[in-house]
């Protein structure tokens, strides 16, 4: 699931605090969404982006091929992640606010979506070439590092249940 369909859920749950009593949102039911809930597409792809053009810079600069620039990448997108997801929040909170003719409200997300977008961002970034370069390391980690992405984002999304997080 895309950080943009988590902040509109965001938005709507802010928003549905101040709704009538008896106007219940619609839910609904996707298979796949245990596993992709906390997914942040939008950093994944993005950083896959990156990872794919910092590929060519150790051929233009020298000096930055030296092993480090999959990791500094890997950060960076780790802190982009909940930014990102807060901003996005904060503007669809806005934009439900508007639409339902209401008053803005203090933005006050819940903590636990932003933290785990970024957790599922640090398992699932691990997947992408550039990241890890010790060919060792891939060849004894890599299944672990796959089944642990898959394994980290269903815990998460049971997260939510301990949390008494519903879906707007």
Not at 104 to 131: K, M, T
């Amino acid at each position: 699931m895309s950080l943009l369909t988590l902040s509109a859920e965001q938005a709507a749950r802010a928003v549905a605090l101040t709704r009538a009593p008896g106007a219940e949102a619609p839910s609904r039911q996707d298979p796949f969404d245990i596993l992709s809930r906390y997914l942040p597409t939008e950093t994944i792809t993005l950083f896959a982006a990156a990872m794919a053009g910092v590929a060519s810079l150790p051929k233009a600069v020298p000096a930055w091929g030296h092993g480090r620039q999959g990791w500094v990448m890997y950060a960076t997108f780790a802190v982009l992640t909940p930014v990102l997801f807060l901003a996005l929040s904060y503007i669809k909170q806005r934009e439900a606010e508007i639409e339902a003719g209401q008053a803005p409200q203090p933005f006050r997300p819940h903590p636990w979506p932003p933290i785990a977008s970024c957790i599922a961002f640090l398992v699932w970034a691990l997947s992408i070439q550039g990241v890890v370069n010790d060919p060792q390391v891939l060849k004894e980690w890599g299944g672990l590092i796959a089944f642990s992405a898959l394994s980290v984002s269903t815990v998460l999304s049971l997260i939510d249940r301990v949390l008494g997080l519903k879906r707007p």
